[in-house]
């Protein structure tokens, strides 16, 4: 889906209105594939496009899901996405600049003055992915993944190893009270 920012003037008094199904599958597989492992299914896209002063701004919101990698095992977690965009496209900077002091998403459009809204719902959609997402097996609780000489702990485990390790042998005690007495 692209727009031309001189078409979209026909839009100032009425917004225009898209419901489109989109398919990113081989975009977001072609750009972002350190991230995601599967993007098959098609996002349900609603959008509002308004013309405003030489602007554009885009209300849209998008529905659907993505296969990502576990964080901690790399295994396919199943991620449903649900949210949704608010940006501005303008063509100088200093309508860019005006936009920044507001602290809105704005973006400056190429001499072409072309919106690729394609792209902008795929960078969206990659923005949702959370650092750290769990299969729901690992959520649960089920057994950390582990190998030769290392494995993965919980932070409970880990605290309960330093508390372990902070017990001193009872031959040793004596020394510690001498540390102790020479301390004062």
Known sequence: MKWVLRELSDYKNKPLYVSEKMDLSQDIMERYSKYVISANDKFSVDAYVFYDNGNAIVNAHVRGNIVVPSSRSLTPVDLP????????????????????????????????????????????????????????????????????????????????????????????AKLKDLLNDSDK
């Open 81 to 172: 996405l649900d949210f949704k965009i608010d940006e501005v496209y303008v063509d100088t900077k200093a309508q860019l600049k005006k936009y920044e002091e507001e602290d809105e998403a704005a973006f400056l459009l190429d001499d072409d003055g072309v919106i690729d809204f394609d792209k902008s719902v795929a960078d969206n959609i990659i923005l949702q992915i959370p650092m750290h997402i769990l299969s729901p097996d690992e959520k649960n609780g089920s057994e950390m993944p582990k190998g030769n000489d290392w494995e993965v702990i919980s932070e409970e485990e880990y605290d309960n190893q330093k508390t372990d390790n902070k017990k001193v042998d009872p031959r040793l």
